[in-house]
């Protein structure tokens, strides 16, 4: 298993391959992404702090998934112009992925491991827009609930950034 976030191989919503090693250096929010949630709106708070701090290092990278109430049917381009459309998302998005279960992307199956969401569930993700934060460093800092509002998370990134 990656020990550290930068090691991790991703792709973009548009299919070209991305290394997370492109983010180092950066505070990162990992956040898994759906278009037809309840939490959808808060693709325009992540947006407002992405770009309030992106200057000071601040990146935030959206990972769509339809395991959850199968709220992300949508290809990629659907969920492209979905998110600029109605929120003028400019962080990065990458493709659909899994989180929970076997088939669970492995930058899903680190974060987990590395901070898990409390005694019930276990490390498993809940819902849609559960939120990870990485410091600088690569190391993951805090995990935040669905129901978290990104705004929520500012006093952290602030600390950190």
């Given at each position: 298993m990656n020990t550290n976030i930068y090691n991790f191989k991703v792709n973009k919503l548009n299919g070209t391959p991305a290394d997370l090693n492109e983010y180092k250096g950066k505070t990162i929010i990992v956040v898994n992404t759906a278009s037809k949630c309840g939490l959808t709106p808060q693709y325009e708070g992540l947006e407002k702090l992405y770009q309030k701090y992106k200057d000071q290092g601040l990146v935030i990278l959206g990972f769509p998934c339809n395991q959850f109430g199968k709220q992300e049917k949508g290809n990629s381009d659907e969920i492209q112009e979905f998110c600029q459309v109605n929120y003028g998302v400019s962080f990065p998005m990458f493709e659909k992925i899994e989180v929970?279960?076997?088939n669970?992307?492995?930058?899903y199956k680190y974060l987990k491991s590395k901070l898990s969401g409390g005694c019930f569930f276990g490390s498993s993700i809940k819902w849609n827009?559960?939120?990870f934060v990485i410091d600088?460093?690569?190391k993951p800092v805090k995990r935040f609930a669905p129901t978290t509002k990104p705004e929520k998370m500012e006093?952290?990134?602030k600390k950190i950034i």
């Open positions: 929970n279960g076997k669970a992307h492995p930058i827009f559960t939120k600088k460093n690569g006093k952290i990134i």
